[in-house]
């Protein structure tokens, strides 16, 4: 199966920045649907973005502020987060994702975990 590798998170001031990568093992097609997915300490995994051949999605709590977008050529998926909010503190996951936003494999990679703090 794809293994999926997550990087760049890391600490940041309230309205920074930054910017995840998804890196896959294998080609990730522009059919096939990618997602991130976010875990906060005490909460459920929730579905943040994920984007597809037919564009991408939004969880209503990060529109506006995050983009998220692929380079085939690189096998790569990347989250960028701008106008970051303490409540976007969690471990950040990817995964392929299904038509109805639940993640297409049982397992979870090590993610990466974004901490916004002043």
């Known amino acids: 199966q794809v293994q999926f590798v997550e990087s760049g998170g890391g600490l940041v001031q309230p309205g920074g920045s930054l910017r995840l990568s998804c890196a896959a093992s294998?080609?990730?097609?522009?059919?096939?649907?990618i997602g991130w997915y976010r875990q906060a300490p005490g909460k459920q995994r929730e579905l943040v973005a994920f984007i597809s051949g037919a564009g991408a999605n939004y969880a209503d709590s990060v529109k506006g502020r995050f983009t998220i977008s692929r380079d085939n050529a690189k096998n790569t998926v990347y989250l960028q987060m701008n106008s970051l909010k303490p409540e976007d503190t969690a471990v950040y996951y990817c995964?392929?994702?299904?038509?109805?936003?639940?993640?297409?494999?049982?397992?979870w990679g090590q993610g990466t975990q974004v901490t916004v703090s002043s």
């Open positions: 995964n392929a994702a299904l038509e109805n936003g639940a993640p297409a494999f049982g397992s």
């Open positions: 294998a080609t990730i097609f522009s059919r096939v649907r």
